[in-house]
DNA sequence: ACGAACAGTTGAATCGTTTCATTGTTACGA
DNA sequence: TCGTAACAATGAAACGATTCAACTGTTCGT
């Protein structure tokens, strides 16, 4: 088993100094063209890889940013880590990732890892509540930019959806297409986004004298939890049933629209339309093709990635929290009853 | 701006030497009560984090495995993904995630970078041919398992699907509920998975003499492209349509759907019976539930991180090639007409 | 012919941890 | 009292790349 070259073994190799081979790595234009050309033989011949720990623990920061997502199942995520690799791949940097799946020892055992890794910067849309944590690391100089949450204070920098917005949106493309009966599903209420697309929710039905607006709590925010609040539903008496559903996520408004549509005696949209939130590719094909709530994901990643890249260049940045609009994508489970609204794709 | 605190600095503050500091950290047994509690107590109060690269520049490795996917915006390597997570997590080492995308040279950029992070091994799924780089790994001692492929020599440990037979089954599937004129979706026929899923549905099709099999090559694997080949599908005339598609993958299959029951003409599976491939949690909410081959993703994600895990312990293991047999799903979008065929979750 | 200016090259010091041979301390039986 | 375990703690030497002040030639102007 022969141990992998070191830049020594290369110096030996080429007949230099090991500050050489450096140069010739790091600052070719300060070394000879002949020069050069002998070391970059050595370094084929020998198969040398740099050794990324040494260069990091020289340098005393690794090339590296940390990226914690709440569940990377979930393909709005999955979106947004896509574009955030791209767009650290651009400046030389490489994302680490990691799934917090809403749990918040996990998120602190990222946190930690990427901590002993030196990440230049970290990404996070956080679990717990973990400002004290990220006060340190910014004291240590490592910046973070939460994600998908609004900070509060001044004390980051964020790229964030503007939720309530996205929930009242949501809510009143329910009602304006004439129901009145309608009902939020997701949960548990604790998750940052789900309390504000409902409070965003409740601000449409307010404008109606005549709207209620049910809450049922679900027990995550997968397509399996959507069954279970699905298969609740249909148990009941049809005159107890909402008119207009409105779902924290996609996945949950797939789940629950397996559930009803599986018994054949509810329709989508005639008897209970139904709007998610996200719109993920699968929307588009579902059942009944889902209606609802686009973010901008790709643009959430490469903005949080700039802003980073803000705060790591310059030592002393104002913090600045960039805010998403969400825009309403109607399709068949809303078509309203007064027209014939075609399906988008 | 604090430097971070090093062993040195604990050791200082604590008044031990660093070799001390490193013990308590290390194995805390060999270091007495009262020593290991000041220790203690001065890590927490400068906030010592043990820095990772200089761990790994002694230890001559990380504790790291690298994994290069094909596609993780496809369900299939999201779900396999997780449960490589999972299983190294289990053994104390992280994952670092590399997506190809099917692009040879991105796979290449993936390997280089794994090779200067000094992973301990590397789990792929291989777009190229890159065989001979992994020979050079292992000569250094980095071991490799390949995931969702064969491999051909007795070189590499292997995790895969039985994709001819996956093939196979779903042709089979069509023929049995009658249909003959069958059609193949996916693309480009340079993917091995593709190929084979091919290769088993022609198999399949010899075996009845009136059947054909019609190949249609789609760009890539995404619902976009099935949504491409759908479209031009529904501009045939009716009569030369196939009864029966078999899509490479759920993601063609559910862009093929949402073309065909654009167009409200045709039916599944009355008119044409449709089947894909990985059993992908959307599947079960499409327009029309998919029939789908499951393959088991998270077995095959533990898999590979145990033979991993053997190659890693013991210098000399003779290398395994574990093949998984995948599973028939029916759903509605192939339920037969003989029967009514209920929908299964 | 001398020194200045400059381009190339050198190699020791450094980063923070782990390892391990060595030293120091205590306890106990002979 | 001495010898010897057994146990704790020490600190110097790695690991491999980068940095930078110092050095060596070479060229050029006077």
Known sequence: MNRTASIKDVANQAGVAVGTVSNVLNYPDRVSQ???????????????????AARQLRAGHSRTIGLIVLDVGNPFFTSLVRAAEDAAALQGSAVLLGDSGHNESRESNYID????????????SPVGDVTARLNVLRERGVPTVLVDRLADDAMFSSVSVD?????????????DIGRRRLAF???????????DRLRGAQRAVKEEADATLEVLDSEGQSVLAGRCIGN???????????????????????????????????RIPEDIALIGYDDI??????????????????AIGRTAIELLT?????????????VFTPELVVRQSTAGSEAGVKASL
């Open 113 to 124: 890892l990427f901590q002993e890794q030196r990440v230049q910067g970290l990404l996070i």
């Open 163 to 175: 939720d309530d917005e996205g929930g009242y949106l949501a809510a009143r493309h329910l009602l």
């Open 281 to 298: 590719d699968f929307s588009v094909s579902a059942v009944v093709p889902l209606s609802s709530i686009r973010q901008p994901t790709e």
């Open 34 to 52: 002949r020069t050069k050309e002998r070391v970059l033989k050595a370094i084929d011949d020998l198969g040398f890889v740099r050794n990324d």
């Open 185 to 195: 599903v997701g949960g548990p209420l604790s998750i940052h986004q789900v309390a």
């Open 310 to 322: 803000e705060e790591l260049e310059s030592q002393q940045v104002r913090h600045r929290a960039v």
């Open 232 to 266: 609740r539903l249909v148990e009941r008496p049809a005159k107890n049933l909402p008119d207009g559903i409105f779902c924290a996520n996609d996945l949950l408004a797939l789940g629950v629209m397996q559930s009803l549509t599986m018994m054949h005696t509810l």
